[in-house]
């Protein structure tokens, strides 16, 4: 049953998000509806863990790409260090390709932004209140017996990309160098050049300018 209004307790929402004018938005929205704070802003991972222990949020909403990091890893890192945190991940990203690993990561939903303010809202009260939001077309791929290959149907083979080669093919879309992807990312220039090879093979691609260009018409699809 859909919640008209988050009723109960007083909910603190953290919103992480690399975009100023996105996370404004975010606030607006949200501070309209009863019990509702948003308790915080971050547009890294540092930070938005940073700002996590410091206020102890019921909710955070994060992007899957970010100023420095990965909206994946922070997840990760969230429920690490705090189990009961919920987390929602908003984002532009296509819903096939990402929302399995972002449930395997830890979040209990995956909402994209371009969805009506009221879907939103949606998918903040359902997590709020314990369950699982993702669009019914997502819910109806994941119950059959091969959810990822479905999810993933007639999308070449990125989907068998593991989640730091995503997060790498991405940021190689979006201009980065391997030094630059390598301090993003707190790695090994050269741990950095194997996931590029790694990449590469997965997608049979002959050089780095294969490799750069499959990247960037990814990232412009994707944004």
């Not at 919103?15 to 100023?20: E, L």
């Not at 991972?45 to 949020?57: D, F, M, N």
Request: hydrophobic residues 40%; aromatic residues 2%; charged residues 30%.
């Amino acid at each position: 049953m859909k919640s008209s209004a988050i009723h109960d307790a007083h909910r603190r929402i953290l919103i992480v998000d690399d975009h100023p004018l996105v996370r404004h938005g975010f606030r607006e929205l949200l501070e309209r509806e009863p019990n509702v704070e948003v308790c915080g802003e971050a547009e890294t991972v540092q930070e938005a863990l940073r700002l996590a222990s410091v206020h102890e949020p019921d909710l955070v909403i994060a992007d899957i790409s970010l100023k420095e990091g990965n909206g994946i890893d922070l997840v990760k890192r969230l429920k690490a260090l705090h189990p009961t945190v919920r987390v929602l991940v908003a984002s532009m990203h296509d819903e096939a390709l990402y929302a399995e690993r972002v449930l395997r990561a830890g979040a209990m939903g995956y909402v994209c932004k371009h969805q009506a303010v009221e879907k939103i809202l949606d998918s903040v009260r359902v997590v709020l209140e314990g369950g699982v939001y993702l669009s019914p077309e997502m819910t109806a791929r994941l119950l059959k017996s091969h959810p990822l290959r479905a999810a993933c149907e007639g999308r070449g083979s990125i989907a068998q990309l593991t989640d730091r080669e995503l997060e790498v093919f991405d940021a190689i879309g979006r201009g980065r160098s391997t030094r630059v992807i390598a301090e993003e990312l707190k790695l090994s220039a050269k741990t950095i050049e194997t996931h590029r090879e790694n990449i590469k093979r997965k997608l049979s691609l002959n050089n780095a300018t294969e490799l750069i260009q499959r990247a960037c018409e990814w990232a412009l699809g994707e944004s």
